[in-house]
């Protein structure tokens, strides 16, 4: 089954502990990108990715760090998450072609909260 | 002021009623995604657009690139279709921009 996974799905953490959210996808896709949603503010991204060991920044980058050393796995890093950080987190792929970015496959989400 | 707006914001039909929503960007860009926001969070893609016009069952979308301005339809709704519908637009470079999503209540 083509999909796209997240873990964990739910994170309680405090402030200053690193963690990563990994996300792997099975469909052979060359972009994956990282957003998060937050009320009143939408979805935003934060880091994506061209391929592998092509990644650039979104729009909030501050704060977290993102590696793609292989094609299926895009991990999210928060070397030092703060209380502003808590976040519902998406992890997506899909392929390019000339116009750009085809249709997204998202991941469940992973509800993220920083104490 | 957000590069893309979506109206309304919040939706409320009868069941079979057509359904539209808008969006309008200000920038220059290459494609306009539509996305489905399930009450239970997850988000599935509807259309990639880059010109003219897509349909998808019951399900239209249009973009007018001269007037920056895409529309999503719904033809003949049902309470199924109740969620969250996000615009987003891809700029060169593949970063994407997202509306704040028009909330959709369908009424049996």
């Known amino acids: 089954e083509a999909q796209v996974t997240q873990n964990p799905r739910y994170l309680i953490t405090v402030t200053g502990k690193k963690l990563t959210v990994t996300c792997s996808q099975n469909?052979?896709?060359?972009?994956m990108s990282w957003y998060r949603q937050d009320p009143g503010l939408g979805l935003r991204q934060i880091y994506y990715s061209m391929n592998v060991e092509v990644t650039d920044k979104g729009d909030v980058p501050e704060g977290y760090k993102v590696s793609r050393k292989e094609k299926r796995n895009f991990p999210l890093i928060l070397e030092s998450p703060s209380p502003n950080q808590t976040s519902l987190y998406f992890c997506?792929?899909?392929?390019?072609?000339?116009?750009?970015?085809?249709?997204?496959?998202f991941g469940p989400g992973t509800r993220l909260t920083v104490l | 002021k957000n590069e893309v707006e979506q109206s309304p914001q919040n939706l409320t039909a009868q069941e079979g009623e057509f359904i539209t929503i808008n969006c309008s960007y200000s920038?220059?860009?290459?494609?306009l995604h539509w996305l489905q926001q399930h009450p239970g969070g997850g988000i599935v893609s509807l259309f990639m657009l880059s010109s003219g016009k897509k349909k998808h069952g019951r399900l239209i979308a249009t973009i007018n690139i001269q007037e920056k301005h895409s529309s999503l339809h719904i033809t003949a709704s049902h309470p199924r279709d109740s969620a969250v519908y996000i615009c987003?637009?891809?700029?060169?470079?593949?970063?994407?921009?997202f509306g704040t999503g028009t909330s959709l209540t369908v009424i049996p």
């Open positions: 987003a637009v891809t700029r060169t470079g593949n970063q994407f921009y």
């Open positions: 469909m052979n896709h060359e972009y």
């Open positions: 997506a792929s899909s392929f390019q072609g000339r116009q750009g970015v085809y249709e997204q496959f």
């Open positions: 920038v220059g860009i290459s494609a």
